[in-house]
């Protein structure tokens, strides 16, 4: 059975950090890209990083320079590094693994919330 379990979510104050991570089992990690998305109260999902199984990441505009998406295929493991957080990105954060359009899985979200 595929899992992806997200960790790491929590109440923070503008400005500071977060690390959320994500446990992947059930897939050959390794193949997969991987993602964060997010999503706001009434707003839709949203992109927030994505890494390649080769390494490439790319960024939603939003966050770049902010956060940084890392993934550990030893360890079926892939990160986002948040920094200077805002209140704007509070939201509950969702780990995606994707095969080539072919297969697609979702976790059930972390909440981070950003307020002083």
């Known amino acids: 059975q595929v899992q992806l379990v997200e960790s790491g979510g929590d109440l923070v104050q503008p400005g500071g950090s977060l690390r959320l991570s994500c446990a992947a089992s059930g897939i050959l990690f390794s193949i997969y890209d991987m993602g964060w998305y997010r999503q706001a109260p009434g707003k839709e999902r949203e992109l927030v990083a994505r890494?390649?199984?080769?390494?490439?990441?790319n960024y939603r505009d939003s966050v770049k320079g902010r956060f940084t998406i890392s993934r550990d295929n030893a360890k079926n493991m892939v990160y986002l590094q948040m920094n200077s957080l805002k209140p704007e990105d509070t939201a509950v954060y969702y780990c995606n693994a994707e095969f080539h359009s072919a297969r697609d899985y979702w976790g059930q979200g972390t909440q981070v919330t950003v307020s002083s």
């Open positions: 890494i390649t199984s080769e390494g490439r990441s």
